[in-house]
């Protein structure tokens, strides 16, 4: 494989941040913009965005790359963010959309135990955008970099690239659509967030999620029958520039990678 170089070192913070450690870099993975916990303890998955191979990595706390795992047939247009269900089946999202444009939104669902599987896709389309792209640059929300699963469907979180201040939330089932099918992503609410939402995660308990933005990660309260109208905390992360990748070791510590190398412990206080 044929991997882009790493472009940047990733620098020092000048002040050290409460529960948060760096723990290693990511030399050998151009841009990590996923992140999901791997097949061992103290593992994790994760990728490269656009431009890079269709591969999965799985990496250490260290950020060293323990193997590669190529996804048959698949392509690399946009990846952005990754998922795991409850059966263990990992989801790539296939849905960067910088520009706004694409028809060609996708999602991988791939299975581990079946590494030589051609994964199936599923095809979408949001159901509630008419303009490709819309003609107010204020309008640009349609590009998505954070997604969960959840009981069966797959919940997108918009990265608002017009204002920067709204994040839409749109939710897909799970399964496997045809090119000339795709699934309507339903528009079911938003969040009132200032920053770009670059990944998502829930915890293990399901009480709360977790939205990675610019130097900072908004934890919201949430029930089983809704993920809207909860309490809004906002935890700093000053200097934590181009973080991309997001996933909850346990109910209280998440780790953290950037598009730049970095690889962060978070670690949250006992409430």
């Not at 472009?7 to 990590?32: F, H, M, N, Q, W």
């Not at 920067?164 to 399964?175: A, N, V, Y």
């Amino acid at each position: 494989m044929n991997h882009k170089k790493q472009r940047a070192k990733v620098a020092a913070l000048a002040e050290p941040i409460d529960g948060l450690t760096c723990t290693g870099y990511l030399r050998d993975v151009d841009e990590s913009s996923g992140l999901a916990l791997g097949p061992e303890p103290g593992t994790f998955y994760t990728h490269g965005d656009h431009g890079n191979d269709p591969v999965l990595f799985v990496i250490n706390w260290q950020g060293e790359v323990l193997r590669e795992v190529d996804i048959p047939t698949a392509r690399n247009e946009d990846w952005e963010a990754l998922t795991t269900d409850d059966r263990g089946r990992i989801y790539i999202g296939d849905f960067g959309n910088n520009g706004q444009q694409r028809r060609d939104l996708s999602i991988y669902p791939f299975d581990p135990a079946q590494p030589n599987a051609v994964p199936p896709q599923i095809h979408f389309a949001y159901a509630d955008q008419a303009e490709f792209p819309p003609r107010r640059h204020d309008d640009y929300n349609w590009d998505c970099e954070a997604m969960v699963w959840r009981d069966g469907h797959l919940y997108l979180f918009s990265r608002d690239r017009g204002r920067s201040r709204t994040c839409r939330i749109h939710r897909l089932p799970d399964r496997p659509t045809p090119p000339d099918q795709p699934a309507l992503a339903e528009y079911i609410g938003e969040y009132d967030l200032p920053g770009q939402v670059t990944d998502a995660a829930l915890a293990p308990d399901g009480h709360t999620l977790a939205l990675l933005s610019k130097e900072q990660v908004f934890f919201i309260s949430i029930t089983p029958d809704s993920l809207l109208d909860g309490e809004v905390r906002v935890y700093p992360l000053p200097g934590v520039t181009h973080a991309e990748g997001l996933v909850y070791v346990d109910d209280h510590t998440l780790a953290i990678t950037t598009e730049r190398g970095g690889m962060y412990r978070l670690e949250l206080p006992a409430e």
